[in-house]
């Protein structure tokens, strides 16, 4: 028979065992955090109708989108969790209580052009808050807290949630007669980051067509120093001229004022006026979160406040806002920076059971019983092999505990509890046994998924 | 702007807030349990290249299965998980250590035609284990332990794990000289449970040209009656005449004699001759799970031992045992049925904290704050309603505790906790809030998922 070459397509993600068990710790965390806010979680298929899915339409999503049709069928795969919720909401509106407050994790599909780094699948997780015609400001202000919070239980400390508002700039942007080019001159700052002021201020000359002194001016304002405070004391010195600008200063300063009751300390957020994204689907507050010590990876976890979440489905107003954070990037990226921490077990099980012959078959898979009974995730070695390949076995797949059960040990009802790490071998009851293994274990089960050097 | 109707594909399950909570603690219970067992968790992606997924071609499967292109790239959606492994395992082989125990969780794709009860995307929960070169009979005797231990998890009791080896029937078979019909005749008696007795005589004489008495006798062998212990007995007549069913019948016997010490009650398994599962693929034993109060449903996990897991892929030999649950489908099912616990708590949240006038926030969200570091799940109702609609909205979303937090309560550092269950108020400080809450609680977040009558 022929044999066809086994692979995976590029721009596929595809883990090894030890790698896979941290991306779900990653993912778990995610869930736990999210959940500890109120969101609930939803799960929408991958595949929806095409005119469904490209309502809005147009764009580089239109090019990169896997599109197909079965039987009659105009089929696409989600390139995003926002087109789905918005459906979701639009369809499901009746049998919702709003504010909807809703986390999703799942695999979206961009058929993008395939570079290291970069995936055509990917894991997406966000959270949206979704208001019936209206919404505090408050949700603004919570958004951070969640951030804050999400990213501490991942295990970082070295990060900064990154906090603007599109009014401020929109209003801005009019009191300088700059209104019909406010969405030019976003998309132009919004690349500050990556190629630097000069070239963003060449831009805006040649391309929004801005007065060198405008453009000058653009750049010395989005640049103001300071602290968060700092920064609202400066911009207040522009209030009364713009009344979408006041807006947005009303709001930013209520985003500031909370953070402190929502927990999230002063060296992990601040204002920042460059702050733009490039959607103009934002209206409020928008976000953007960055490694501090890694900041050429950009942000890895973004989003901001929207004022229409369904309109090509529903005239209902529903307001919104929401983060996203691409999982398989941030991943990828983590591993990359080494910074996947090596404390978390990555062992199929806590305990690999050892029968030692024939006659002790029976009493380890007792033992086995009796550990996971008593919460121990317990593997046991059936095989036929000779010890050295047993205990290699144990070895390559990493287990931190092996429980050797020879005939002495079967008769006796004890077990040889080695501990792989120190060596060390006791003879004990398998209840002991189990104790001494959850508590070694305890603080892997619960350590972190990453660990900053 | 034209509306699109906001629509989901039908045969795509998407659930409602409340249902996919269920479904949440549905899919944890289960990794929960194959983690217990030793089993690693895999993910693998949901796009494959058509000829590496079609590798074995023809039947069904290819009719079913969503193909397109993409750019130059012939694709295809996986339709099972088995497939997937076949490939991780063939090409990961030498980073691999074997045996290899996975559990996988994830969405398949089958386009079935629609209707009630039938899905084109559900998810499939799968464990296998698979061997380099050979793989020991105690893994066969292991599975129906991971199936108890996981449903017993799930809160079912009243369910069975029924076993048969292929080997004793092909070596039975073989017996009557019907070895060149093995296959059809399996087929045959795998319907027995739908479509009864007489049919299946009659399928057998005329489909597989079975002499009438032989026909009877191969029926009477499989109605063969009694306990699994009997059964085994009752097969002993028969050993030494066909060296495949007395291998057959050592297996058998290996994994009944094991069920003791892996824990499984005797009422919770047995031995059942008719189980012959339709795939030509499996070699040894063979599971089906089926719920006793609800036979119509049919078996619920199914599975067996198989030889050849990578043949496609590798010219390795890769023999394994694995089983599948149908997630979508038993949810749905147990959804149907009414079988899903209502103890469970499905509101976003365990507590909504009401802050009733704007002088309040502040406290609000510090004492949601504060809840949420005692692991208490919070969300702060931020909106600028009427007390009323406050109130109905926390009825609506159904959560079990409301905090109201007026301005005499800001003042003194206090919360009014209502149980909305009880309708008991009591005003007391966050920290004893959050106390009775996770105690009062406790229950609902271990209960099982399902909930028999």
């Known amino acids: 028979m022929a044999l066809i070459t086994p692979r995976t397509l590029s721009g596929f993600m595809e883990l090894l065992p030890e790698a896979q068990k941290k991306m779900q710790r990653l993912m778990g965390t995610l869930r736990e955090s999210y959940a500890l806010y109120g969101f609930t979680p939803l799960d929408t298929p991958v595949i929806e109708a095409a005119d469904v899915l490209l309502a809005k339409g147009g764009g580089e999503t239109e090019k990169q989108i896997y599109r197909f049709t079965k039987g009659d069928s105009d089929l696409a795969l989600r390139f995003d969790l926002t087109?789905?919720?918005?459906?979701?909401?639009?369809?499901?509106?009746?049998?919702?209580?709003?504010?909807?407050?809703?986390?999703?994790?799942?695999?979206?599909?961009?058929?993008?052009?395939?570079?290291?780094?970069?995936?055509?699948?990917?894991?997406?997780?966000?959270i949206d808050i979704v208001g019936d015609g209206k919404l505090d400001i408050m949700n603004e202000a919570e958004i951070p807290a969640v951030i804050f919070?999400?990213?501490?239980?991942?295990?970082?400390?070295?990060?900064?949630?990154?906090?603007?508002?599109?009014?401020?700039?929109?209003?801005?942007?009019?009191?300088?007669?700059?209104?019909?080019?406010?969405?030019?001159?976003?998309?132009?700052?919004?690349?500050?980051?990556?190629?630097?002021?000069?070239?963003?201020?060449?831009?805006?000359?040649?391309?929004a067509g801005l007065a060198g002194e405008t453009a000058s001016q653009v750049l010395d304002f989005l640049a103001c120093p300071g602290d968060s405070q700092d920064k609202l004391r400066f911009l207040e010195g522009f209030l009364g001229r713009n009344d979408t600008f006041d807006?947005?200063?009303?709001?930013?300063?209520?985003?500031?004022?909370?953070?402190?009751?929502?927990?999230?300390?002063?060296?992990?957020?601040?204002?920042?006026?460059?702050?733009?994204?490039?959607?103009?689907?934002?209206?409020?507050?928008?976000?953007?979160?960055?490694?501090?010590?890694?900041?050429?990876?950009?942000?890895?976890?973004?989003?901001?406040?929207?004022?229409?979440?369904?309109?090509?489905?529903?005239?209902?107003?529903?307001?919104?806002?929401?983060?996203s954070i691409g999982v398989t990037r941030l991943f990828y990226v983590l591993?990359?920076?080494?910074?996947?921490?090596?404390?978390?077990?990555?062992?199929?099980?806590?305990?690999?059971?050892?029968?030692?012959?024939?006659?002790?078959?029976?009493?380890?898979?007792?033992?086995?019983?009796?550990?996971?009974?008593?919460?121990?995730?317990?593997?046991?070695?059936?095989?036929?092999?000779?010890?050295?390949?047993?205990?290699?076995?144990?070895?390559?797949?990493?287990?931190?505990?092996?429980?050797?059960?020879?005939?002495?040990?079967?008769?006796?009802?004890?077990?040889?509890l080695k501990d792989m790490g120190s060596g060390v071998q006791e003879r004990l009851s398998p209840a002991e046994a189990a104790r001494r293994i959850q508590s070694a274990l305890a603080g892997a089960r619960t350590c972190p998924v990453i660990r900053e050097g």
Chains 1, 2 share one sequence.
């Not at 050295?388 to 390559?396: P, T």
């Open 335 to 416: 591993q990359e920076q080494g910074l996947l921490s090596r404390d978390l077990l990555t062992a199929p099980a806590d305990a690999l059971v050892l029968p030692m012959g024939a006659g002790c078959t029976a009493f380890a898979v007792e033992t086995a019983t009796a550990l996971r009974q008593a919460g121990v995730r317990v593997q046991v070695y059936f095989e036929d092999r000779k010890v050295k390949q047993k205990l290699s076995y144990a070895d390559k797949a990493g287990f931190p505990f092996v429980l050797l059960i020879g005939e002495e040990e079967a008769a006796a009802g004890l077990v040889s």
């Open 83 to 126: 087109v789905p919720l918005a459906k979701y909401v639009a369809l499901h509106y009746n049998q919702l209580a709003f504010p909807f407050r809703r986390y999703q994790i799942g695999k979206v599909y961009r058929g993008e052009r395939a570079q290291r780094g970069r995936f055509r699948e990917f894991y997406q997780a966000d």
């Open 247 to 323: 807006q947005g200063w009303r709001e930013l300063s209520t985003v500031v004022e909370y953070m402190g009751a929502f927990g999230v300390p002063r060296e992990n957020f601040q204002v920042d006026l460059t702050i733009a994204r490039g959607l103009d689907y934002y209206t409020g507050t928008v976000y953007e979160t960055t490694l501090t010590n890694y900041p050429e990876i950009g942000s890895v976890c973004s989003g901001g406040r929207y004022d229409n979440l369904a309109e090509y489905y529903t005239s209902r107003n529903l307001p919104g806002v929401g983060i």
């Open 149 to 207: 919070h999400t990213f501490r239980a991942l295990g970082l400390r070295h990060f900064c949630i990154r906090v603007n508002n599109r009014k401020l700039l929109n209003g801005y942007f009019a009191m300088l007669g700059l209104e019909d080019r406010s969405g030019d001159v976003l998309r132009i700052i919004d690349k500050l980051d990556k190629v630097g002021r000069d070239r963003v201020e060449a831009s805006l000359r040649e391309e």
